[in-house]
């Protein structure tokens, strides 16, 4: 899924469930940093596998970092943006390598779960089907099936857009209030 919105679902879901540990814009944010491997494939006519080394546990772990670094000068953008959107943000260095190597993550294991090229735990040269199988059985309802299609993948991510979005108007609404009693607060 290069560059497509699917893969904000579950990162801003999760984001905004676990801000208080995670940097949410380089978590984010490293959901397409990473296809920009897929990106290059194509764009190059590469060929087959598209989803390579970048869309690994290993190296993928070391493209994360690398963005959590990268993205350490970009806080205070990052911090006004959040402000924007009233949603509490205290950037720290660690904080942000470590969303970064989480968000690339789960990149790749959502990635792993409907493209059969995604080799997730390279160098092994293939991933272990009985972890995989069984969600994949259990997400499907069928046992013989190890990938869910890009639909219901799509359907997935939807639906954790849509529940992002309902945790962000909580945050909103927890925003306000903390707000208000902080100017009540002061007047006091």
């Not at 290993?58 to 402000?83: C, D, N, Q, S, T």
Request: with cysteine; hydrophobic share 50%; charged share 15%.
């Amino acid at each position: 899924m290069p560059f497509t919105p699917y893969h904000f679902g579950p990162s801003a879901f999760l984001g905004l469930v676990f801000r208080k540990w995670i940097d949410i814009p380089v978590f984010v944010l490293a959901n397409v940093i990473v296809d920009v491997e897929v990106v290059v494939v194509r764009g190059l006519m590469l060929g087959w596998p598209t989803h390579r080394y970048c869309h690994t546990l290993l190296i993928g772990a070391v493209v994360g970092a690398l963005w959590g670094i990268a993205a350490y000068p970009l806080r205070h953008l990052f911090e006004k943006i959040m402000r924007i959107l009233y949603i509490p943000y205290i950037p720290s260095f660690w904080k942000m390598i470590i969303s970064g190597i989480i968000g690339v993550w789960l990149h790749v294991l959502v990635d792993g779960l409907c493209h059969n090229d995604t080799r997730i735990f390279w160098p092994k040269s293939r991933w272990p089907l009985t972890l995989w199988g069984i969600i994949t059985s259990i997400v499907t309802g069928n046992i013989y099936r190890w990938y869910i299609s890009q639909e219901e993948l799509t359907t997935i991510c939807v639906a954790f857009f849509i529940a992002s979005v309902i945790v962000y108007i909580l945050v909103l609404l927890v925003s306000k209030k903390d707000v208000a009693e902080s100017k009540m607060s002061k007047k006091g």
